[in-house]
């Protein structure tokens, strides 16, 4: 059962619906109920019961509703006036009859006795608190950091515990599950949409250091575990470096590698050889890596005349105020300002940005809500609206392996943004890493890119799936959604081809038309006057792939963005053995499916959890393996409790083997239960 009056707060459009069963991604639907009084805490008065008549828009199937009453927000609950007055009303000519009762006794009256049921499909667009996506901007990166933090600790803990090569290692149930509870604390309504007070950002400061800290200990005691006496337990005494893929299928990376340790690794002389590409902003020594295996490790190799095998070269070349990234796959062209003029796909032969448009415009809003600063973003802030060009463009690293420039860019007189632009030679993704110094009063910043693709749909990210939402503004319906919720991508395609919009930690979006904009700060003067004043620090991207969104690896791709390879001190001469691991799991046949989690069953330390599920909308047949002994398996729900979809459980053994055949709706989420 799902229960919300919030939508009745909608400041365009009024929900059609009071009592339906909501469909979701993957075609399940939940019955639903919306309190026709539009209001969760009610005075019980009789003139809300009559409106829980009059506002009742599916009498002609039910004729009950909910009625939440008490002081909330804090305030205390019912009081002893409303339970009076509520039993005065119980059952008065005029008056609907009212009982007090458990929600549950309501659904399922409606469950057994209500006449078919409308049905709404797909998002329930909240028509306000817009700036919740933005607003506490740390926080929101906080969070995210810690979700694929942990992660990736749930994983390494279950491999090192499970694992029959070393099987000592105790796994940390206890402490991820306080880190778990941690981070859902400030998952709360008020903290990660930054709507609270002060006081409580800097209690949520000192939580997610304790989560940061906390996991990253786990993380490495269970790598220690996993690989034994080949993970150095000094760097000092390490040989030569690993990379470990926590994804799940193969990858290449450029990683930066500390001068100091390069050093140890290849001697002394080679950093300051030539041959190698030294980072400029922090001296790291870049290092190609190579087709690294899904959830396994690989080794980096230290060749101090690398340089000279890189067939396709990433470069910069500047020609007056033209600045251009280049590498094998596009050539990205940029003002003095540091805009985007030209974008060309050289696979494709395809230019991405039309005459006269730009991409990567800076723009800052007037941000002035009507009532609740850190909630809303009104619909008219985006009348006014300032573009901000740079005023400095630089040639920061040259090649081959990564070419960056570095773009300053004044926002007022106590404001300031520098970033960082970088291509490397192995991908046509563009990065851009961020730092900015925030001191506006009721502003919203926002990044801006125009595309040569026409498209009527755009598609953003949410947990375990996509929704796609109008790039039109139609209706009242369409209108309303001039900002929108998304999690680590947007996407714009046409057939044959799109762009995604990468993300760090950002979760505002728009696209009108052929212009994708990102939020990335606000500076809400309430409930908390310090909102997002200071430093901060992160990144987004941009993707080209050929295809439409379901054709690409966009979900991927967001992935690898947020999860950067693990670095990996290794020691001969154990380094030979750890090295030859096959990987933990892997995932074939089905590119459209994802393994997000596997961590260890709840109420059986003998057991795990692999939780999967289809990321584009379409079925899917994928053959799964693991490293980790187990005899039985079972497809469970979210509970972990076994289920039975009506054909078993669907899942066929492959003879003489541990390979799974698992088949997928589109958009579903799959979880196994392995039993040693």
Same mark, same amino acid.
């Given at each position: 059962y799902f229960f919300t009056q919030k939508l009745s707060?909608?400041?365009?459009?009024?929900?059609?619906?009071?009592?339906?069963?909501?469909?979701?991604?993957?075609?399940?639907?939940?019955?639903?109920?919306?309190?026709?009084a539009e209001t969760y805490s009610a005075q019980c008065r009789p003139g809300e019961l009559i409106n829980s008549v009059k506002k009742h828009k599916d009498v002609a199937y039910t004729n009950?509703?909910?009625?939440?009453?008490?002081?909330?927000?804090?305030?205390?609950?019912p009081l002893r006036a409303m339970l009076e007055r509520m039993r005065r009303m119980s059952n008065v000519d005029g008056l609907p009859r009212v009982k007090q009762a458990h929600p549950s006794e309501f659904y399922k009256k409606v469950e057994s006795s209500a006449r078919e049921l409308v049905a709404w499909k797909g998002e329930l667009y909240f028509e306000l608190h817009r700036g919740t996506y933005t607003s506490q901007s740390n926080n929101k990166l906080w969070n995210r950091q810690s979700e694929f933090l942990l992660r990736d600790a749930e994983l390494l803990s279950t491999v090192a515990s499970l694992g029959a090569e070393h099987s000592d290692f105790a796994y940390p149930k206890e402490e991820l599950t306080r880190l778990w509870k941690l981070v859902c604390l400030n998952q709360f309504h008020d903290v990660v949409p930054g709507s609270a007070i002060n006081m409580v950002y800097r209690d949520s400061d000192k939580m997610y250091q304790d989560i940061i800290?906390?996991? !990253?200990?786990?993380?490495?005691?269970?790598?220690?575990? &996993?690989?034994? %006496?080949? /993970?150095? +337990?000094?760097?000092? *005494?390490?040989?030569?470096?690993?990379?470990?893929?926590?994804?799940?299928?193969?990858?290449?990376?450029?990683?930066?590698?500390?001068?100091?340790?390069?050093?140890?690794?290849?001697?002394?002389?080679?950093?300051?050889?030539?041959?190698? !590409?030294?980072?400029?902003?922090?001296?790291?020594?870049? &290092?190609?890596? %190579?087709? /690294?295996? +899904?959830?396994?490790? *690989?080794?980096?190799?230290?060749?101090?005349?690398?340089?000279?095998?890189?067939?396709?070269?990433?470069?910069?070349?500047?020609?007056g105020d033209t600045y251009v990234l280049e590498n094998r796959f596009v050539c990205v062209q940029f003002n003095g300002s540091g805009r985007i003029t030209s974008f060309y796909d050289k696979r494709e032969k395809r230019e991405l940005v039309p005459a006269g448009a730009a991409g990567n415009m800076f723009e800052l809003y007037d941000d002035v809500p009507v009532f609740w600063d850190a909630w809303d973003i009104e619909i008219y802030s985006q009348e006014k609206c300032t573009e901000l060009p740079g005023a400095v463009v630089v040639v920061v690293d040259e090649g081959p392996l990564v070419a960056s420039i570095s773009v300053r860019v004044p926002i007022s007189d106590g404001s300031e943004l520098t970033q960082t632009i970088s291509l490397a030679e192995h991908s046509p993704r563009l990065d851009f890493a961020c730092d900015v110094d925030w001191h506006e009063n009721r502003k919203c910043l926002k990044v801006a890119f125009t595309w040569d693709i026409y498209s009527d749909m755009a598609t953003y990210e949410m947990q375990y799936g996509v929704v796609q939402r109008p790039t039109h503004r139609n209706t009242s319906w369409d209108m309303a959604k001039f900002e929108v919720c998304g999690h680590k991508f947007a996407d714009l395609s046409e057939f044959g081809y799109g762009?995604?919009?990468?993300?760090?930690?950002?979760?505002?979006?728009?696209?009108?038309?052929n212009t994708m904009a990102l939020s990335l700060l606000r500076a809400p003067k309430a409930p908390d006057e310090h909102c997002d004043m200071g430093r901060h620090k992160f990144r987004y991207a941009l993707y080209p792939h050929a295809g439409t969104f379901s054709e690409s690896n966009v979900v991927q791709e967001a992935y690898q963005f947020n999860t950067p390879l693990l670095e990996l001190p290794i020691s001969d001469p154990f380094a030979s053995s750890v090295l030859k691991l096959r990987p933990f799991f892997s995932v074939s046949g089905?590119?459209?499916?994802?393994?997000?989690?596997?961590?260890?069953?709840?109420?059986?330390?003998r057991s795990f959890v692999v939780r999967l599920y289809e990321a584009y909308g379409g079925h899917a047949r994928a053959l799964l393996t693991s490293r980790l002994p187990f005899s039985r398996v079972c497809k469970v729900n979210l509970l972990e409790e076994?289920?039975?979809?009506?054909d078993g459980d669907g899942i066929e053994w492959l003879k003489h083997s541990t390979?799974?055949?698992?088949?997928?709706?589109?958009?579903?989420?799959?979880?196994?239960r392995f039993t040693l």
């Open positions: 707060w909608n400041n365009i459009n009024k929900f059609p619906n009071t009592t339906f069963r909501w469909i979701g991604l993957d075609g399940s639907s939940v019955l639903t109920h919306m309190a026709p009950e509703s909910l009625y939440l009453y008490g002081n909330g927000d804090g305030g205390g609950g800290l906390s996991a !990253q200990s786990i993380r490495q005691s269970a790598l220690a575990s &996993v690989y034994g %006496a080949a /993970v150095a +337990g000094n760097p000092a *005494q390490a040989s030569s470096l690993a990379v470990l893929n926590t994804t799940g299928w193969v990858r290449s990376d450029i990683v930066a590698i500390p001068a100091s340790q390069y050093a140890q690794f290849a001697g002394a002389a080679a950093v300051d050889s030539g041959r190698v !590409q030294v980072r400029q902003s922090d001296g790291a020594v870049l &290092v190609p890596v %190579a087709n /690294v295996p +899904g959830f396994a490790l *690989q080794q980096v190799g230290v060749d101090t005349d690398a340089l000279r095998t890189v067939e396709h070269p990433a470069s910069v070349t500047q020609v762009v995604a919009l990468l993300n760090d930690c950002k979760y505002g979006h728009s696209t009108l038309g089905a590119r459209n499916v994802v393994l997000d989690a596997v961590k260890r069953a709840e109420d059986d330390e076994p289920m039975d979809d009506g390979a799974l055949e698992v088949p997928f709706k589109p958009f579903e989420v799959v979880s196994l």
